[in-house]
C-alpha cells in the first residue's frame, strides 16, 4: 500500500485549512498540525508559506480544470447542459461546506493578491483558463444554435466568471444558495439571448 | 483648532491599512504605527482586534451610504442615471487605488466572515442595506417608466449587488477597469429590459 508522504499530507490538509480559514488565517502550525506531521516537515518541503499557497493553488485548480473537462469541455453534453452542470457542480461544491468556504481563487483574490505578486498572477492565469474554458462552451452553444450568434463569447464568459465569484462570496456572507440560484436563473434567462431565427 | 484623537486616528489610519493590506494580514503593531500612536492606545480603545474591525465596516459602510444617498436615492436624478452615477463612484474609488484595494466589505466577506460571526452578520448587514437601496432605485424607474414593469426588483437588486463584488473582485486581481466595464455594459444592455411599450 503507498503511504501517503508529509508533503502530500501538508498539501491535502493544507489546503483544506485554507480554504476554511482563508490563507492569511492559516498559520504554518495550523497547517502542520491538521496534518499530523511535525513543523519542520513544511521547512523541509516548501521553502516559504507563499511556496505552498501556490502549491495548494495549483491542486485546487487542478481539480477545477478536471470539472471543466467533465462538464464545459464534454462534448457528449450539449452546450448549455454543459453550462448547467458545471454550475450544478459548484453550488454542490460549495453547499458541502454549507457555503462557508467560498471559492479558494477568490479567497485568495481578496486576501493574499495585494501580499503577492506571484499569488496574483497564479490566480490571475486560473480565472483567465476558467474564462477560456467557459468561451469555448458558449461558442459550441452558438454553432449548435442553442443561443444567438451575435453573442460576443469572450466578454460573456468574463461576465459569467466575474458575476460567479460575486455569487459565491454572497453565499458566504449569507450561507445560503440563494445568489448562486440566482446568478444561473439571469444568466439564462438574460445573458444568454436565444437564437433570432426562434 | 480639533485635535485628533489617537482612537481617530487609529480608525482612519487602521482603515486604510486593512483596506491595502486586508484584515488578517493587517496586525496590531502595522494599524498603531500607521497611526503614529502608541500600541497602548490600540487596547485603551478597542477591546479586541474584531471590535476594531466591527468599527472600521462601520466607517466604511457611512461612507457607503452617504454615496447611496448622493446616487441610488437623489431624487434629482432620473433613476437609472442615479445607477450610472453609483456605478461611476465605485469605479472612481476603486481606480484611485489601481483596483488594488476591492470593496473592503467584499475582503472581509472572504478573509474574516469564518472567523468571526459578529464580522459575518456586520458584513451581511451593510450588503442587506445596499441592496435595499439598489432595488429602491429600481423601482423608482419602473415607476419612472424607464424599466419594463414586470421586473422583479428586489431580484435584480440582489444580482448587481453580488455581481458587482465580483467585478471588483476580478478588477483587483488584473488590475484593470475592463471587469467593471463589463458588468455596467451588460447590466444596462441584457439584465434591466426596456418598458415593453417603447
Redesign the interface.
Known amino acids: 500500500m503507498a503511504r501517503t508522504s508529509n508533503r502530500e499530507k501538508i498539501l491535502t490538509e493544507g489546503l483544506r485549512v485554507v480554504h ?3 490563507f ?2 492559516a498559520s504554518v502550525r495550523d497547517i502542520v498540525q491538521a496534518a499530523g506531521v511535525p513543523q519542520g516537515s513544511f521547512t523541509n518541503h516548501f521553502a516559504s508559506k507563499e511556496a505552498f499557497g501556490l502549491e495548494i493553488i495549483d491542486l485546487y485548480d487542478a481539480a477545477g480544470r478536471a470539472l471543466g473537462a467533465r462538464t464545459l469541455l464534454n462534448e457528449a453534453l450539449p452546450p448549455l447542459q454543459r453550462l448547467h452542470a458545471w454550475l450544478q457542480a459548484g453550488r454542490e461544491s460549495m453547499a458541502a461546506c454549507s457555503m ?3 471559492c479558494l481563487l ?2 485568495f ?7 503577492s505578486g506571484s499569488i ?1 498572477r497564479r ?2 492565469a486560473a ?1 483567465s483558463e476558467l474564462q477560456a474554458s467557459v468561451a469555448c462552451c458558449l461558442r459550441a452553444a452558438v454553432a449548435a444554435g442553442e443561443i444567438d450568434a451575435q453573442l460576443d463569447c469572450d ?2 464568459a ?2 459569467i ?10 453565499a ?3 450561507g445560503e444558495a ?2 448562486l440560484d ?2 444561473e436563473r ?1 444568466l439564462f434567462e ?2 444568454l ?1 436565444a437564437p433570432r431565427s426562434s
Chains 1, 2 share one sequence.
Open positions: 476554511e480559514r482563508g492569511a488565517n462557508r468556504n467560498g477568490g479567497n483574490a481578496a486576501d493574499a493578491c495585494e501580499q496574483r490566480v490571475l480565472f466578454d460573456v468574463g461576465f466568471v466575474a458575476s460567479l465569484q460575486g455569487a459565491n462570496l454572497l458566504k456572507v449569507t440563494a445568489p440566482r446568478f439571469l438574460r445573458i439571448p
